[in-house]
């Protein structure tokens, strides 16, 4: 009888104790994905152009200077910042070729 009590308390203990870990890991999870992909994605696409275009008007090989400041941000792990200057990247291959 005791020994019941004991384990069903114990039970419960540890399912508390781990449900609440899991939840814990999963906000995480979900936090990190949408700072370093949803978030980075809905950055206006009229910022980006103006980045682009002052790129493309400040330095004499603009693809070059995107392509340096984006590999900064592999380099540093930084998932948001590695998709901004993706979206960067494309934007002023986009306007070199004149496709705006």
């Not at 069903?8 to 999870?29: D, E």
């Not at 206006?44 to 941000?73: G, K």
């Amino acid at each position: 009888m005791v020994f019941d009590v004991l384990l069903k308390a114990a039970i419960w203990f540890l399912v508390a104790f781990c449900g609440g870990q899991v939840l814990i890991f999963m906000s995480l999870v979900l936090w990190t994905i949408w700072k370093d992909t949803i978030e980075p994605r809905l950055i206006p696409a009229s910022e980006i152009d103006s980045v682009a275009e002052a790129i493309i008007a400040n330095h004499c090989d603009p693809e070059a200077e995107a392509f340096a400041r984006h590999q900064r941000a592999w380099r540093r792990c930084d998932g948001a910042e590695q998709t901004y200057w993706y979206r960067v990247r494309k934007a002023v291959r986009r306007f070199l070729a004149g496709n705006y």
